[in-house]
């Protein structure tokens, strides 16, 4: 039996927004944030000044109790913004601050009306609050034939939905528009869960303005024939762009496009702050309408609730303090310097032909990655290959395809790194002439 609360949020969503309604799962329709021990002890941090007895957790002398052999590692912040929860949401500030960020890093969301920022324990934490909202048996999910492999487990295994693949180019390498629109238009039961992943993972690219364009038109396309659309944008690798694309997010020109589409945008400090281990990353709805966002807010926070209950205090305020810091912006584009040094000699030793009889990469412009096309050995024989006789690891993603991460390479390193995989190629190829 549906929760009351449930049920009342529920009626604000349907009323105010039916398409949205239509999109959730049955779990989402079944979330709510309770009326229990975290809600009740908000409402007494403010009005309790004689005993706070609400929360679990140890206080002496009016602060956090703490171990001072935990607390001589982090002297610089106040105990009291390590060691309470934080709220199931995110820190106030840190949340505010990082929408603002948002408009300033991406100009077509000036003017335009979202939600703030929900604090996640990492961007597969967001997508997985998605797979729980919106995800029901049978959906399908729209992506490219060459995705991140943890897509699987989150959408099919832990909620039964099938995945629906477009070639990601076309034989020009180009980004495949109509087989976007046609896998859109496949989906039948009017209902449609579209990740867009750019700087993509694998292959490094990020469309170009007219491809963008065109992404656009047949999204809207789709939604004018009906079909509701959860637009999910993993921004993870936001902001890493290197040559000729769009230099924001796709959410930020989704928002506002259409009443059938509802835009969710994923990113985080993970790769955007390189601060991977912290697991700071955020969820942000595309909905102008206050009431829904309130609503699909709860709905949100109940799945943080009732999972890992709150994202961590001590990453988040390590994450704020930095953003507040004058020199993070200088010393974070100094590191994306790096990123974009490493991809341009990339650019420059694939471009020699000496490569091209055994393998060749995708279009990249942005990101961490370059897939190769490799064109003789399989990709899983390399790797392991790789691996084995030269101690460089790689990752084989079909029986054709193998992802570099650049990231991970020193700039004077890259020359060798390619000429251990040409030559490793070639070694394959002459063990197969004589087996």
Known sequence: MVNPLALELNRVIEERNKPVYEMFSLLGKSLY???GIVSQAGEAR???????TTIGMATEGGHPIYIDVIQKKLSSFDPKDLYPYAPPAGKPKLRDIWKKKLIKDNHSLQGKEFGTPI???????????????????????ILPDK????????????HGSEIVTYPLFTKTNDFNVEGLL????SCKNG??????????????YTPTEKEAKGILDAIKQAANYGINIVAVMDDAYFGLYFED??????????VGLHPNILPIKIDGATKEEYAWGFRVGFLTFGIHDPLVLDALEKKAIGSIRSTISCSPHLSQTIILDALLNPEFEMQRNEKNKVMENRAKRVKEILADKKYTDEFEPYPFNSGYF??????????????AYLLNQYGVGTISLAKTDLRIAFSCVELNDLDRLFELIYQSCKELNELSIKL
Not at 46 to 52: L, T
Not at 182 to 185: D, G, N, T, V
Not at 245 to 254: N, Q, V, Y
């Open 245 to 254: 694309s769009i230099k924001e997010s796709l959410f930020a020109r989704i």
């Open 46 to 52: 403010g009005k309790a000044d004689r005993f706070n």
């Open 147 to 158: 995705y991140w492999d943890n897509y699987q487990i989150l959408f099919n295994v832990r």
């Open 119 to 141: 604090v996640t324990t990492g961007l597969t934490h967001g997508l997985s609050i998605v797979s729980d909202l919106f995800v029901e048996k049978g959906d399908s999910i």
């Open 370 to 383: 370059v897939s190769l096309r490799i064109k003789h050995s399989d990709a899983e024989t390399l790797r």
């Open 182 to 185: 046609e896998a859109l238009l």
């Open 33 to 35: 944030f309770p009326k």
């Open 191 to 204: 209902k449609a869960i579209l990740v867009l992943n750019f700087p993509h993972n694998p292959t490094g």
